[in-house]
């Protein structure tokens, strides 16, 4: 049992940040982590129910992480216990307990009377505690298959599959078209919410226990399908969701106006001691930005826009602004629809809900402005999703120098890929796969945002994990298992 009671004695206490002033002016990481003393505390709020819904993969966590004994562990300091319960269910959660919005608190049981327990917080703790104390370390498989799997994509998605499929003994090798690992994880969340030597410190362990990286390698332009066929047993594909939706609206085509991806991409890389690609969008240095579109990926190019020295930063979001506290809309113990604020938005701005973009406007070629409407939502009396109607006279206009687009994503990444190999796709326009997560072509499956669409990282590493498995049967199933 965690301490008997405490959830009624302690409040819950989050991970304060860095000043504004003092972390605008770099992309170091902004949070100020809680004291192993306090995590502890946090951990002894945990109820231990009979029915914990922040363990189940439907209502909470993903990963069916064992929540309430993982808190029981850590508040009675057995780290390194928490450690193993923790991974034989996570196999990265030093992304997950940086990154993940943490769809268990919503299931938190005590969430009903109270603030949810910590959870995201206490997990990284658990983790990083793992690694200080040399907990974590490479472990190579003791035997050897002869299957060779290929993995193309290193996004978490990409990462985890690799990592259970080596670790069952299988020679994986991730293709990935980028100079380094990581998918999204290195060049689309910025530092200032992941610094880079955690994805850095993960690689290195995969490589470590055998998993090959080949970077810099483009499948489907550098290397053919054939050349996978020949040489892998099988080929998982984990190439993200990389069609970014559009605006198409009159001025689009005026410079000054980017998808959020070649904004954020080319600042990651310079953090990262990498070039930036000539042909990617400027910094916001001096400009009037304008982010068009109010997910994580908007919120990240307000971080990284204050961080290039913005004049100013405008938000604008086509839905209407979420309560501040759960509705009925999304009773416990689903993820509740609420206004949140990201370490970014506090970091300054004008955020503008029930927006939609009309129109650019420019002088020589480059936007000076973005034109707006104001929306509201009308239910649908067919029972179909509520759509936007335009409030009349509500038309204005913004300065705008740089426009970044952050509409979400429509297609499977790998430029073509799914095209190239001839993979189905559904109705949505993502790969398609069965119940055992094959494509239609035997021996190929599909993993992460590429079948699921635009997602998170927690659902990422939670559908690797599982593809992982799946291959592991198929090449069970095809023959008697070979060992080296
Ligand atoms: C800006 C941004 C911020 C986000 N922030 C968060 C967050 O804070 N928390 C959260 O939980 N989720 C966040 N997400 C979502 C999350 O990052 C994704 O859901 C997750 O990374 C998907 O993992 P994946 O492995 O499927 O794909 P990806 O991470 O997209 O990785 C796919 C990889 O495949 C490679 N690839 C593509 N084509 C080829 C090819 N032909 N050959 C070789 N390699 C190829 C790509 O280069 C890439 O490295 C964010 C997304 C974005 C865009
Ligand atoms: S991975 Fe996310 S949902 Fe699962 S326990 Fe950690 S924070 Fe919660």
């Keep these: 049992m965690s301490r008997e009671r405490a959830f009624l004695e302690q409040e819950r206490v989050d991970v304060t940040y860095r ?24 951990a002894s709020r945990c109820m231990e129910c009979g029915t914990p819904f922040c363990h189940a993969a439907a209502s909470g966590c993903p990963l069916a992480n064992v929540i309430p004994e993982l808190n029981t562990y850590v508040y009675r300091g057995h780290w390194k216990e928490a450690l193993d319960l923790l991974l034989s269910t996570n196999c990265f959660p030093e992304f997950t307990g940086r990154v993940c919005p943490a769809l268990c608190e919503g299931a938190c049981v005590l969430g009903l009377i109270r603030q949810p327990v910590n959870i995201c917080k206490i997990e990284l703790a658990i983790v990083e505690q793992g690694f200080q104390r040399g907990y974590l370390k490479a472990h ?38 980028d100079a380094k690992p990581g998918g999204i994880l290195r060049y689309g969340i910025p530092d200032f919410k992941l610094e880079k030597w955690v994805v850095d410190q993960r690689v290195e362990l995969m490589t470590q226990e055998g998993v090959v990286f080949e970077c810099g390698v483009d ?33 689009r085509d005026l410079d000054g106006i980017h998808f959020a991806m070649e904004f954020l991409r080319r600042q990651n890389r310079l953090v990262g001691g990498e070039r930036a690609d000539p042909e990617q969008p400027p910094t916001a240095a001096g400009k009037n930005v304008v982010v ?9 190019c307000i971080g990284t826009a204050w961080r290039q020295g913005a004049r100013q930063v405008t938000q604008l979001e086509i839905l ?46 480059h936007v000076r402005e973005i034109h707006c ?112």
């Design 320 to 365: 209407p602004e979420p309560p501040a506290t759960r509705s009925d809309s999304t009773p416990w113990p689903q993820w509740p629809l609420i206004r949140r604020d990201s370490s970014s938005h506090k970091e300054g701005g004008t955020r503008l809900w029930s927006v939609d973009t009309t129109s650019f406007s420019g002088s020589q070629g």
């Design 219 to 251: 499948v489907g332009e550098d290397v053919s399908y054939r050349f996978l066929r020949d040489r892998y047993d099988a080929v998982v594909l984990a190439a993200g969701a990389g069609v970014a939706r559009d605006l198409a609206v009159p001025g």
């Design 373 to 484: 409407a104001r929306v509201e939502w009308i239910a649908d009396k067919t029972g179909g999703r509520p759509f936007p109607r335009k409030v009349s006279d509500s038309d204005f206009a913004l300065e705008a120098d740089l426009v970044l687009i952050a509409m979400g994503f429509v297609g499977p990444g790998g430029t073509g890929l799914a095209e190239r190999l001839g993979i189905a796709k559904d109705e949505r326009g993502f790969v398609a796969r069965d119940a055992d997560r094959s494509t239609n072509i035997e021996g190929v499956f599909a993993a992460g945002d590429m079948h699921r669409g635009a997602s998170l990282v927690v659902h990422a590493i939670a559908d690797g994990t599982r593809t992982a498995q799946k291959v592991t049967r198929y090449l069970n199933e095809k023959g008697a298992t070979r060992y080296v």
């Design 19 to 42: 000043p504004v002033e003092e972390r605008i002016r770099d992309f170091q990481a902004v949070d100020l982590p809680l004291t192993d003393a306090e995590i502890q505390l946090q």
């Design 292 to 300: 068009i579109g109010g997910g994580d990926t908007g919120s990240d």
């Design 140 to 177: 190579v498989p003791s035997s050897r298959r002869r299957e060779r799997v290929a993995v193309v994509g290193s996004g978490p998605a990409g990462l985890a599959t690799a990592h259970v499929l080596n670790r069952a003994g299988f020679n994986v090798t991730v293709y990935e078209k």
